[in-house]
């Protein structure tokens, strides 16, 4: 009688070809799904980054004040929060059903939201039309970097996505300054631009993931639901991380850091436009290159992080761009500033990931998952608050304040470093 690998052998020999183009056509389709999947984070990327861009548009056309047009800076990390309870009632109703069943939802809301800013509404209805779109961008978000981080090269997978969301937020607010200032176009333009290309995200994500339904994800992940059953049995993992300092730290870390990448983004064409008299394509142009300068920072220096450990990397990025700061602030030529924010946002670049590290390192690994999307939360406020502070401030003091605030804000991020325990 044949042994079981004897006539697993003969099995393999008689399937072969039929496993192979099997195989075969599942990598083709996975390739399929990771490139649908990196040209939603481009659209992502592009919706994020141009609402600095807007912001003056917003004032001009419903004659606000600074304060009154920092609320679109608050409205949006409601859907975030929104979202992060939403994602785990969605899979636990649904099951791992894949991103086919529910993506096109996803982009469906992100649909109702450019639909809703092109009619061109009251304000208080753009409002609610971001937070609507928001919703849709930390479904998203969450969904697909679940998916990615399920993978065997999760790292790789991750890498390209976030590195799409980078590249959409570079070339979003050229495009927007090309549509508006170029064109001569309103503003409400540029959101018939992200409706198109909502659309053709949607019919790109269903055809790419059709064939991802529950029934199958089910199938798929069998061992995941085994996982989460004896994740049932330990202890409470969610009370847990808030009993080590790190979390703590790294919360403030966040809410000074991304709040400090925000008020930038948010508020630099403003700045730009009545400060540095640069026109509307110079100054969408400087928002561009801050966050050029930001992937490009977390590419190449990611290099110089390992050679000289992230402690003492992230201090001398963070130095660093002090100095470019009060070089900022000295020199108010339109060039050389559009020059000056992209070297800022070079710096800044990899700050988020250095946070991210310090956590993974200082915390048991069962902590990582909670630990991290509450810090990420929390930089979701800060991200929040601080550009709303921010206009707030302009309204009384005048947008010059900007500089003061930015530089405040990165001492700050430095000051909390500084508080990280150094790694073992």
């Known amino acids: 009688m044949p042994s079981s690998d004897d006539a697993a052998l003969e099995g393999d020999r008689l399937l072969g070809p039929e496993s192979e183009s099997e195989s075969e056509c599942h990598s083709t389709s996975l390739f399929f799904r990771i490139a649908a999947s990196m040209f939603s984070f481009t659209v992502l990327g592009m919706m994020v980054s141009t609402l600095g861009v807007m912001v003056p548009q917003f004032e001009n056309y419903y004659h606000l004040t600074d304060l009154g047009v920092s609320f679109v800076f608050l409205v949006w990390p409601v859907g975030y929060v929104a979202a992060a309870y939403l994602n785990g009632a969605i899979h636990l109703r649904c099951g791992q059903r894949g991103i086919a069943a529910i993506g096109p939802l996803f982009h469906i809301t992100f649909t109702a939201a450019a639909v809703?800013?092109?009619?061109?509404?009251?304000?208080?209805?753009?409002l609610v039309a971001l937070a609507t779109g928001s919703l849709g961008t930390g479904i998203l978000d969450g969904s697909f970097c679940a998916w990615a981080g399920g993978?065997?090269?999760?790292?790789?997978?991750?890498?390209?996505?976030h590195g799409s969301f980078s590249a959409g937020a570079a070339v979003g607010?050229?495009?927007?300054?090309t549509v508006l200032s170029v064109g001569?176009?309103?503003?409400?333009?540029?959101?018939?631009?992200?409706?198109?290309?909502?659309?053709?995200?949607?019919?790109?994500?269903?055809?790419?993931?059709?064939?991802?339904?529950?029934?199958?994800?089910?199938?798929?992940?069998?061992?995941?639901?085994?996982l989460e059953t004896q994740a049932e049995t330990r202890p409470d993992t969610k009370t847990a991380i808030f009993k080590h300092s790190v979390t703590w730290i790294c919360a403030v870390y966040f809410l000074a850091y991304v709040g400090t990448e925000n008020a930038i983004s948010g508020w630099i064409v403003v700045f730009m436009q009545r400060v540095n008299h640069a026109s509307d394509?110079?100054?969408?142009?400087?928002?561009?290159?801050?966050?050029i300068g930001q992937a490009a920072g977390r590419l190449v220096l990611g290099v110089?992080?390992?050679?000289?450990?992230?402690?003492?990397?992230?201090?001398?990025?963070?130095?660093?761009?002090?100095?470019?700061?009060?070089?900022?602030?000295?020199?108010?030529?339109?060039?050389?500033?559009?020059?000056?924010?992209?070297?800022?946002?070079?710096?800044?670049?990899?700050?988020f990931p250095a946070?991210?590290?310090?956590?993974t390192r200082l915390l048991p690994r069962e902590l990582h998952v909670e630990a991290i999307s509450f810090v990420v939360l929390l930089g979701q406020i800060g991200g929040a608050l601080l550009p709303f502070a921010l206009g707030a401030l302009a309204n009384t003091l005048g947008i010059r304040v900007f500089q003061v605030v930015v530089f405040?804000?990165?001492?700050?991020?430095?000051?909390?470093w500084f508080a990280f325990p150094r790694l073992p």
């Not at 065997?152 to 390209?160: F, P, R």
């Not at 540029?190 to 199938?219: M, P, Q, T």
């Not at 946070?355 to 956590?359: E, H, R, W």
């Open 304 to 351: 110089v992080t390992d050679r000289i450990g992230v402690r003492t990397a992230t201090t001398v990025y963070l130095i660093a761009a002090l100095a470019f700061e009060l070089l900022f602030a000295a020199v108010h030529v339109p060039a050389v500033s559009t020059v000056t924010i992209a070297l800022l946002g070079f710096c800044l670049g990899p700050l």
């Open 151 to 161: 993978m065997e090269n999760a790292n790789i997978v991750q890498g390209l996505l």
């Open 281 to 291: 394509y110079l100054a969408s142009l400087s928002s561009s290159g801050f966050w």
């Open 355 to 359: 946070g991210i590290f310090m956590m």
């Open 116 to 126: 809703a800013a092109a009619l061109h509404p009251s304000f208080p209805v753009l």
């Open 173 to 177: 607010p050229f495009l927007a300054g």
């Open 184 to 226: 001569h176009l309103p503003w409400y333009t540029w959101y018939y631009v992200l409706l198109g290309a909502s659309i053709l995200e949607a019919v790109i994500l269903l055809l790419a993931f059709r064939f991802e339904d529950s029934e199958k994800c089910r199938n798929d992940h069998q061992q995941d639901r085994l």
């Open 408 to 416: 405040a804000q990165l001492v700050a991020t430095l000051l909390i």
